[in-house]
């Protein structure tokens, strides 16, 4: 019997109208009748917030994201779209982003009193907070980025009331909003009759998370709105 190569239908398409988590489009797609072969199109509608759209299980060239809502990294460090599949995506109107960076941690300072320098103090920096991201839970919400945490202040003390110095911890910086690298921290500082005996600089904020990783694997047929890095 000669071959006969596999009735091609016409295309399949599906809709994801609510906020998720990872949703599976293969099964969303074989849900809807898809049998493997047939040019695949998946619409997220306008207000609908997809976390972490991870393209699995589906061969090379047929699937069309058309996004009219949000894709975006969870503060997990998730990317918004990981891929590495041949994928096409229509992001007018859309918005795609990968998590705020972290802020950076604050400066650290060591000093000793002026008049009696066995008495020493520290002052830690604070933690840099989280960046902006959509949740891990199941239901899916946009977490704020996190402010920095303050740095501890220490006195030297010394035989005599008043004599020695303080050691002040800088703050560490804020968590970036969506797409955007995260604050650097505060640097340390000391006040009083106090000599240094080491500073350690605030740190900068990490950059922005991906907000797709596997770029070379996309077509994109309109980019719309996309913050933050890509891979």
Request: with cysteine.
């Amino acid at each position: 019997m000669a071959y006969r190569p596999p009735l091609i239908k016409g295309p399949v398409y599906i809709t994801i109208a609510a906020n998720v988590r990872s949703p599976d489009i293969r099964a969303l797609a074989i849900s809807a009748g898809w049998v493997g072969y047939e040019p695949l199109y998946c619409t997220i509608n306008a207000g609908v917030d997809v976390a972490a759209l991870s393209i699995a299980n589906i061969p090379s060239g047929l699937l069309t994201i058309v996004n009219r809502g949000r894709i975006g990294g969870m503060v997990d460090g998730s990317p918004g779209i990981y891929t590495r599949t041949n994928i096409s995506i229509d992001n007018a109107g859309g918005t795609i982003f990968g998590t705020g960076g972290r802020g950076g941690n604050g400066g650290t300072i060591w000093i000793q009193n002026s008049f009696s320098p066995t008495y020493t103090a520290r002052g830690i920096g604070g933690d840099g907070g989280s960046g902006q991201g959509f949740s891990t839970s199941s239901a899916v919400t946009l977490v704020s980025a996190g402010p920095g945490n303050g740095g501890n202040s220490e006195s030297t003390g010394g035989p005599s009331t008043g004599s020695g110095g303080t050691a002040y911890g800088g703050s560490g910086g804020a968590g970036g909003s969506i797409g955007m690298p995260g604050e650097s921290g505060s640097p340390a500082s000391a006040s009083g009759n106090y000599t240094l005996i080491e500073r350690y600089p605030a740190d900068p904020g990490s950059p922005a998370r991906n907000y797709v990783d596997g770029n070379a694997y996309i077509n994109w047929l309109a980019t719309g709105t996309r913050l933050g890095n890509a891979i």
